[in-house]
């Protein structure tokens, strides 16, 4: 297995194949892609909207911090590893 | 633990009209009964009352839903009710012109089958001759900025070429690579004989997708689906019945799977009569396999019931005529002894029967 492949200056985008869309039965986030589906929780979905290209994920990480009380070190490892996730299903563009 | 039970996917089944006459099609093998399809009006009003139920992606399937003049209607209301829309097709018939005005109806992403990565072999199991048509499709969905599903149905007679068939998934560029054996259903179930593996054919097979999914991961993924006759667990059948999908045929049936109206004793409703909000909640034949009360053993007390579902109903009726019984894919299945019977003679050395094609001529009671 590789090792993330995301680093703190990369700018992550969400690809072109994924949707975010609210799912009106539950009232969280969903990312749609090829036919599947993620839940997000409500962190997750900060971050999806984050993922445009502009922000690198060192900014993604500051602005989770400022919104929230946590340890920075919690906060860096719950966003490289979901990138790394949605990387991994091909659902990233890093520049 | 109460799970609100809502479906996920609409597989809408336009049609069952298909140019190819694929040996293994999943549609039933009396498709022209439901001939009758619904109208433009009917499938406007069908994607509306699926959304309004929870339903979020979107199948559009058949037969070839090409064949449907509507299906750029279909596409832009689909779109408009924010669904995830994918085209499941065999590319015929299809132009670059219609496909850039399904792209700008708001069409999400093309699923599109070959047969094989040998023009000859590709165009004798589709008894059509469609494979060069086929890449030509391929290039423009990349070209129109589509994410790109690549399905090959695999079987006896193609298994060998899997590392040809990433080769090709690579070079077009695919976001997606289905590498899905043959399941023994349908019209594949009367050319079992033909088309079912080995397990030496299988494992080679499956070690190279294996191979494949790492050196690819993040580019395409590829994903190798075995054929339950080999899985000795069952699949977990449409995510459990009633649980997640919704099939819709051609004619309006409202079903738990693409095959449950081959299923005897089960009265399906249409959505010409009833709402899909009403089928779905009320339905008697969607409650008929749903949850865990009808599972007979070895299910009942098994502790891979939530996982499986008790596997695949119609598997399960049409090896041994009945519907309730563990799917025969089990090891624990009482009957799996026609699944092992199955697989000695794939074992065996012998001349293939000859193929049986899809097509309207084969009556069955």
Redesign the interface.
Known sequence: MSRSVISFESRPRLAAKARVRLDRQTGRYVLLYPERGLELNSTAAEIVKLCTGEYSVDDIIARLIATRVGVRADVERDVVDFLDRLGARGLLDTT | MTE?V?P??LVAELTYRCPLRCVYCSNPLDYRRHADELDTAAWMRVLGEAEAL?V??L?LTGGEPLVRHDLEALVERARRL?L?T?LITSGVPLTRARLARLRASGL??V?LSIQDVRPASADRIAGNPAFAHKLDVARWTKEH?I?L?LNVVLHRENLARVSAMIALAESLEC??LELANTQYLGWALLNRQALLPTREQLDGARKEAADAR?RL?????IVFVLPDYYSDVPKACMDGWGRRFLVVSPDGLVLPCHLAHTLPGLAFENVRQRSLDEIWHTSSAFDAFRGESWMPEPCRSCERRAVDFGGCRCQAFHLTGNAAGTDPACVLAPTHGLIESARRTAAEPSTSPPLAYRGPDLARP
Not at chain 2, 217 to 221: K, S, V
Request: overall charge neutral; glycine content about 12%; cysteine-free.
């Open positions: 609100r809502r996920y996917t929870g979020m992606q199948n924010d995830y994918n999400d992403s699923q900025g994410p599903t976001d997606r790492d991961r993040g580019r395409i993924e």
